[in-house]
């Protein structure tokens, strides 16, 4: 008798899995959706809502002008949002983001005022290390000294709106004249430029991807069969092609305008990059880890102070990149700022997007989505002439609405997950 005869039978949950079907990776999703985990499907279908109802009462809702416009207006948004996902995920808070990002504009403003001079890109530069600066020393107030991060983050909003105050001095406001930064929101590729971006784009999403997904197939763990795997990398095909053929469509009044504007690409680079982190790195999978169980992540070895001081970092860093963006768009920057609101639409566009409240589920593609929501609403109701006081309202009875989506979509799932 040989040794392979003497061996012990292979345990059955220590077999590799057959391939799955697509019938059968399709009735597991289902399951999981019934479970409780909806995923981006309640904000997609609130997106179809919205803008059914509000193409119903005004035609030029869904115009390529008034819905290119709509992706401009919701960048701001979706950034921030992405920030506060970082915070969300660890179930904590971060209500300093909306002044950091106006700081964040200050700072970029007055390095390019022409009596400083400072190169464009340094000038931005700057602004993102001053942000990263202030993530970390919140951070640190907060996991180090075991601070709450609503006291920590409430006294950074007020601290960083004062010294927002200072730098702006009497004057209150400071306009850019660099062409180069306010081309960020309203500058636009050109129409071939577009084509050839798009197809680079899903050309390295589509490989990797691939590769990703038959990696995990080849040792048999769970992952979609190749048919819908080619089914995602053809609707990324689509949905970039779709994208293009709106924004290359001539949207202008006097002059003709056209092109993808350089801020939904700033967009989609800050989304990939954190869906990346997320997903990907083990950052990632500390961050899901705290957020789920911090004492478990600890006890497995995470260090909780060092993530979650990285996680603030990330939140007031990508807070700096939506007040580039910000005052691209405005062409200055003043006391004016809002950062108030601008928070709360963060954490309303997260939510609305998918992010738990209660940490450990939520993806930067959230943020996106919410904050595309929360676009969509103030952009169709100005159409149709409604006063501010009913976009506020609005919001929040559609805020309420995915907090109890999230509320309820928790009690479904099985404990401990």
Not at 225 to 231: Q, Y
Not at 320 to 330: E, F
């Amino acid at each position: 008798m040989s040794k392979l005869d003497d061996a012990p039978p292979v345990p059955e949950e220590a077999k590799p899995e057959p391939p799955a079907t697509a019938a059968g990776y399709l009735r597991t999703s289902l399951a999981r959706v019934k479970g409780g985990e909806t995923g981006v499907l309640p904000v997609i279908a609130g997106l179809l809502l919205v803008s059914v109802l509000f193409q119903s009462l005004n035609s030029n809702f869904l115009t390529a002008g008034n819905l290119v416009n709509l992706l401009v207006q919701a960048a701001v948004f979706s950034l921030l949002a992405m920030g506060q996902v970082f915070a969300l995920l660890l179930g904590e808070i971060d209500l300093s983001i909306g002044f950091v990002a106006g700081l964040s504009a200050v700072v970029m403003a007055e390095r390019v005022q022409p009596n400083v001079g400072w190169p464009w890109w340094l000038a931005i530069l700057s602004a993102l290390a001053v942000c990263a600066a202030i993530g970390a020393l919140q951070g640190s107030l907060i996991t180090r000294l075991g601070l709450p991060s609503f006291v920590v983050t409430l006294g950074g909003l007020l601290f960083w709106q004062g010294v927002m105050l200072v730098i702006l001095g009497s004057g209150g406001s400071l306009l850019i004249q660099d062409a180069q930064i306010n081309a960020i929101s309203s500058g636009n590729l050109s129409r071939l430029a577009g084509w050839v971006l798009m197809l680079v784009v899903v050309g390295v999403y589509g490989v990797y991807t691939w590769r990703v997904d038959a990696h995990r197939r080849e040792a048999g763990l769970t992952a979609p069969p190749a048919a819908l795997t080619l089914t995602k990398i053809v609707l990324a095909l689509l949905g970039g092609a779709a994208l293009v053929v709106l924004c290359n469509a001539d949207r202008g009044i006097l002059l003709p305008v056209y092109g993808v504007p350089w801020v939904v690409l700033l967009v989609f680079a800050v989304l990939a990059a954190w869906t990346f982190l997320l997903g990907r790195t083990r950052f990632g999978l500390y961050i899901y880890a705290i957020g789920g169980n911090a004492e478990a992540a600890r006890r497995a070895g995470v260090g909780l102070a060092r993530i979650r001081t990285y996680a603030f970092i990330l939140a007031s860093f990508t807070a700096g990149i939506a007040g580039v963006a910000y005052a691209s768009r405005l062409r200055s920057i003043s006391t004016a700022i809002d950062g108030g609101t601008l928070v709360l639409y963060a954490v309303a566009a997260a939510v609305i997007g998918g992010t738990s409240l209660f940490g450990g589920r939520g993806k930067a593609i959230h943020g996106v989505l919410g904050g595309l929501v929360i676009a969509a609403i103030d952009n169709g109701m100005g159409l149709l002439g409604f006063s501010a006081a009913s976009k506020y309202m609005v919001t929040a009875v559609v805020l309420i609405v995915a907090v109890t989506i999230d509320a309820v979509a928790r009690r479904n799932r099985p404990a401990g997950t």
